[in-house]
């Protein structure tokens, strides 16, 4: 799709070069000695699991989950229509020459075998999975929630920023340490990150987890260095031009205290979705047809399961690109940038066998969907832009000011964040707390970014 000249002056500063970077060799870490600091931090992963416990033997249509289920269901073939991307596969725009780096505790050991099926189910074509084992990461075992939640969370993540950009390389990264042994995975997460994008290896960087601002060391008493110690990746990624993206999170504008378990009463924001390094991706939830076709606009993702993450940080300022959405964010730094599919009601297909007690197709939302998701639209931008992309959001909060046909970003004006006993954010014409800068019209969106 071509783009108007007025646009194209409008976004002449969109067209940065590429760092170039030489492939090496990651050497594997020994124990983050700041892991013990952070002790009392829960990392989890940003989804809201699923919604099946046994696997079906065959992904049904949305129409037949609405009966039987009593949720919608979408493939990835229905999320490539709603977002209008198969214009793109048709110019050749698939990804192709670009790296997705997906950073998840523990992995999955089916996830090559899971990956093929998915694609089979769908037409997709193949691709192999680069697996990097970062630190100790233990053997696999079926019975550990916590290792079967993360292999959830790694399935999710390979299947949907593979289906939405197949050409695309995808690195997964399996960080070793356990939650349970009352660690963070945090530092390993950032140093295997970092290593990645030294290397040249990272185009995008997908995170499908966080954790509360709120429960960081120090955070009670004003002292957030145990956050701004653990943004050296990003920083890395932002002197390389590497995209990094984390989800919102789906307990809206609350989130988890340290034991994970109980939500705080009021509203908080987590990290890294926080940080103004990083483009924070929210969740909306569609109305789709069998066929993929919108039948109603999309909403802020807030239904029976969880709602998209969403507020003002409490530790970083508002950074210089919110400054025209100031009104809204005030001093402080503003999530998400904008939305994606990540409702339960609405949940995607995943194909799963890591767990021998519920092997087949599973259904999963949460914004830890939406943000594989998003990293698929990266590469493809990436590729036609013929360069890294880097660092998104000025772009994005630029794109903002052009009309909709130009920008591809579509306005998101229903819904809230609202979740439990917390009162959330609404969404509204333009910028909210809620859905960021709405979701995206994938050919023109595309387009826009790449400034092409």
């Known amino acids: 799709m071509g783009s108007p000249a007025t646009l194209r002056r409008a976004l002449a500063l969109l067209a940065v070069g590429a760092t170039a970077l030489t492939a090496g060799t990651l050497a594997v870490p020994a124990a983050h000695p700041a892991a013990a600091g952070l002790a009392g931090v829960h990392v989890r992963p940003a989804s809201a699991g699923h919604i099946s416990a046994v696997g079906r033997n065959a992904p049904l249509p949305t129409s037949q989950c609405v009966s039987e289920i009593g949720i919608h269901c979408y493939s990835p073939l229905q999320y490539r229509t709603a977002y209008n991307l198969d214009p793109l596969y048709r110019e050749g725009v698939t990804g192709k020459g670009r790296t997705i780096v997906i950073v998840d505790s523990f992995g999955s050991p089916t996830i090559q075998h899971d990956l093929e099926v998915f694609d089979k189910q769908w037409g997709i074509p193949d691709t192999k999975v680069e697996v990097v084992r970062w630190g100790n990461v233990p053997v696999f075992d079926p019975t550990n929630p916590d290792h079967t939640g993360w292999a959830g969370e790694s399935t999710l993540d390979v299947e949907y920023a593979h289906a939405i950009a197949p050409d695309a390389h995808i690195i997964l990264v399996e960080t070793g340490v356990a939650e349970t042994e009352g660690t963070t995975g945090l530092p390993e997460m950032m140093d295997a990150e970092k290593a990645l994008i030294k290397s040249g290896r990272a185009d995008v960087i997908s995170q499908s987890f966080g954790a509360t601002e709120n429960t960081f060391p120090g955070f009670d008493k004003g002292d957030y260095s145990s956050i701004t110690g653990l943004r050296y990746a990003f920083q890395e990624a932002a002197a390389r031009d590497v995209t990094v993206l984390a989800a919102s999170g789906d307990t809206g504008a609350t989130d988890y205290q340290a034991n994970g378990e109980d939500l705080y009463p009021h509203k908080v924001n987590s990290w890294p979705s926080a940080d103004p390094l990083v483009t924070s991706v929210g969740g909306t939830q569609l109305s789709l047809d069998d066929a993929g076709r919108r039948t109603g606009p999309d909403q802020v993702w807030h239904d029976n399961y969880g709602a998209g993450g969403g507020g003002t940080s409490a530790v970083f300022e508002r950074p210089w690109y919110q400054a025209g959405v100031a009104g809204v964010t005030g001093n402080h730094r503003g999530t998400p940038d ?34 594989p998701i998003f990293s698929g639209v990266v590469a493809l931008a990436d590729q036609l832009a013929g360069h890294r992309l880097g660092q998104l959001n000025w772009r994005l909060y630029g794109l903002a000011l052009l009309p909709q046909q130009w920008s591809g970003l579509v306005d998101v004006t229903a819904g809230d964040n609202s979740w439990d006993t917390v009162t959330g954010y609404r969404a509204a014409k333009g910028y909210d707390l809620a859905s960021g800068l709405g979701t995206i019209d994938g050919a023109r969106f595309v387009h826009a970014l790449a400034g092409r």
């Open 338 to 371: 904008l939305s994606m599919s990540a409702a339960v009601d609405g949940a995607a297909w995943t194909y799963e066998s890591y767990d021998p007690t519920s092997v087949g197709w599973h259904l999963t939302g949460g914004t830890s969907e939406a943000t």
